[in-house]
């Protein structure tokens, strides 16, 4: 899936595990199904964490960008669980 | 006969009564115990006229009053 | 609603979770339980849900705080003797959780009061310690169609059912009525070891949250005992009462009503 629109953004760099999780999870409960959102976050444990977490709320990972500056972009669609 | 009281097996001879099995248990206040066989209460006013079975699953509920 | 980043940080070990999340956390924040009894149960349901923020807090009691309460009833201190227990319950939950409301009734739950108090809650907490408080908060709860969790201790013994509306029986439904007063003792005349109310006080409030967020397996139709000294808990099955006098197919109890306290139960604590 190579053509995607993002929806939203979310800046989990300024929080540490596992408020780094809770926020992305508040920003992608805020989204419609289907909706995109683009979380960037610190190199290191978020990046090995968090994508895994989300996957397992059973939302879609799109993509994982590196950025220049050692952060990273993921691209998230949301899928409603119930 | 074997029979399950308050999920242990235990063992009686064939006749028993509900009156019998209460006093055989040392059951504490005895006219105040809800009784129950194979998940059906039996009521206060059967238990002399209630016999036991092989099989049967007995539970003695009471009554827990404290809280505070 | 959205979460301050107070919120965010005070709940999040909840929203991580995948039963709760942001929808079950928001659930709890517009949810309403009533406490009746602030005593050796009401203290770990009361400190426990204002922690989960669980929004609207109601807590019904008419005693004051007495040294002989503290040996179990965590919610109060040792310089709370002499406060009325819904003060000093509230202060404590206010303590733990200034994000909540505590509402107080310092009074007795009686027929003439309780459907009025209750019928502002979602779920009931009956954390009385007489038989006469007990079947009147199942009787007000069964006739305003609430959810409630009943529990009892005494010694090291303590048991916990939860009633919903239409999906199982009744606490009449497994105990008829009262025993006479002073025919079966309460914990003040025979004692209770105070992690008792801890345990049994920490499933009620389990089963209040669970109920909240709509998920898991609620202790419908079901009386679970546990026997500290054994460490033995069960899960005893209950028949529904069709012939029960409030929850039945042909009620007999369609208003409420007192039973007579037991003379040594003055001391009694809704």
């Known amino acids: 899936m190579e053509n995607y629109n993002i929806d939203e953004y979310a800046d989990i760099t300024d929080v540490v595990c596992p408020m780094t999780f809770v926020k992305a999870k508040i920003a992608l409960e805020e989204l419609d199904d289907g909706q995109i959102i683009s979380i960037k976050m610190n190199a290191g444990e978020p990046v090995q964490n968090v994508p895994r977490s989300i996957k397992d709320e059973g939302h879609q990972i799109i993509k994982l960008l590196h950025n220049e500056d050692e952060t990273y972009q993921l691209i998230v669609k949301k899928v409603e669980d119930e | 006969m074997t029979i399950t009281v308050a ?47 092989d099989g049967d699953n007995v539970e003695f509920l009471y009554f827990m009053g404290g809280g505070r | 609603m959205a979460f301050t980043n107070e919120q965010m940080e005070r709940y999040s070990r909840h929203i991580i979770l995948s039963e709760v999340g942001v929808k079950g956390q928001k659930k709890l924040l517009n949810s309403k339980v009533l406490i009746i009894g602030a005593g050796g149960l009401g203290a770990p349901v009361g400190m426990y849900l204002a922690a989960a923020g669980v929004g609207t807090i109601g807590i019904a009691d008419a005693d004051t705080v007495d040294l002989s309460n503290l040996q179990r009833q965590v919610i109060h201190t040792t310089a709370d003797v002499g406060k009325p227990k819904v003060e000093s319950a509230k202060e404590t939950m206010l303590a733990i959780n200034p994000d909540i409301t505590v509402n107080t009734y310092h009074e007795f739950v009686l027929a003439s009061n309780i459907a009025d108090i209750v019928k502002d809650y979602d779920f009931v907490i009956d954390g009385t310690d007489n038989f006469p408080a007990k079947f009147l908060i199942n009787d007000a709860c069964v006739l305003a169609k609430k959810p409630f969790s009943h529990a009892g201790i005494i010694r090291f013994q303590g048991q916990l059912m939860t009633y919903v509306p239409g999906e199982g029986p009744c606490y009449r439904c497994v105990f008829k009525s009262p025993p006479p007063p002073d025919a079966v003792p309460t914990c003040s005349q025979a004692g209770v070891i105070g992690a008792m109310g801890g345990v049994i006080g920490s499933l009620q409030a389990m089963e209040a949250i669970k109920y909240i967020i709509g998920k898991g397996e609620l202790l419908t139709g079901q009386l679970l005992t546990y026997d500290a000294l054994k460490m033995e808990f069960r899960k005893i099955k209950l028949p529904h009462g069709d012939h029960c006098a409030v929850c039945g197919k042909e009620p007999t109890i369609t208003e409420l009503f007192d039973y007579e306290q037991a003379v040594c139960g003055v001391n009694y604590d809704e």
């Open chain 2, 7 to 53: 999920g242990n097996e235990k063992e009686y001879d064939a006749g028993l009564t509900v009156t019998t099995l209460i006093a055989a248990e040392e059951v504490e206040t005895p006219e105040y115990v809800t009784v129950s066989i194979n998940d059906e209460f039996v009521a206060s006013g059967d238990f002399e006229t209630t016999t036991l079975k």
